[in-house]
């Protein structure tokens, strides 16, 4: 079974702390993403990797960055954390080959910014 | 824009029941069709995907594809209390393209 995991389930911050959220894939996965999901707005892209070190900018990507230095993992950093960074954040990873692209989500991360 | 609609509901169906949810779609070159599963505070779950025109079973789902309406659907045969969930119907658009576009989901519940 796809495995994707993220490093912690609930995260509180302060405003203006920079904060990092990491994944990581275990089925060798070349593509990788991160999305925030918000009531009524659904599920949006912040930002995603096709291969190690490559990133494009998804819907939503201001105030996040990414990194992307081993094929397993994905990063996302928010510089300064804000209160309207508060949500739940997914990480996803999708094959390449086969033409199928399904997503395979990690438990997410409920940040709160207070 | 190119979209992916569903209807928020909720749609509420009595224990045994069969349950439909319906997903129509903008781009009539969208190649893949996903549905996913997700639990209140909990992160989506992939259980199907469908490429061609017709009906695809899995158990007590069947995904039905048609193309010609731009519109995937998923019926819930047996529907039970855990099945109550809200499902993301995902399309990947035409060019082959590996980013999905989401719907919002469609909320289910599932009474005894």
């Known amino acids: 079974d796809v495995k994707v995991t993220q490093s912690s389930r609930y995260l509180v911050k302060r405003t203006g702390e920079k904060v990092f959220l990491e994944c990581v894939q275990d089925m060798d996965h070349e593509n990788m993403f991160w999305y925030r999901q918000d009531p009524g707005l659904g599920l949006r892209l912040i930002y995603f990797?096709?291969?190690?070190?490559?990133?494009e900018k998804g819907d939503i990507p201001e105030g996040y960055s990414v990194s992307r230095e081993k094929k397993e993992r994905f990063s996302l950093i928010l510089e300064s954390a804000s209160t309207n960074q508060t949500s739940m954040y997914l990480c996803?990873?999708?094959?390449?080959?086969?033409?199928?692209?399904?997503?395979?989500f990690g438990p997410g991360t409920r940040l709160t910014v207070t | 824009q190119k979209e992916v609609e569903q209807n928020s509901g909720p749609l509420s169906v009595p224990e045994g029941a069969i349950a439909s949810l319906n997903c129509t779609y903008s781009?009539?070159?969208?190649?893949?069709f996903f549905w996913y599963r997700q639990y209140s505070g909990k992160s989506p779950e992939l259980i199907m995907f469908?490429?061609?025109?017709g009906d695809k079973e899995d158990g007590r789902f069947t995904a039905q594809l048609n193309k010609a309406s731009q519109y995937v659907s998923l019926l819930i045969r047996d529907s039970q209390p855990s099945d109550s969930a809200t499902y993301l119907c995902a399309v990947n658009l035409s060019g082959g393209s590996y980013i999905p576009t989401f719907g919002r989901g469609t909320s289910l519940i599932v009474h005894p």
């Open positions: 469908i490429y061609s025109n």
């Open positions: 990797s096709y291969d190690v070190k490559m990133k």
């Open positions: 781009d009539r070159g969208s190649q893949s």
């Open positions: 996803a990873s999708s094959p390449t080959g086969g033409g199928s692209y399904e997503q395979y």
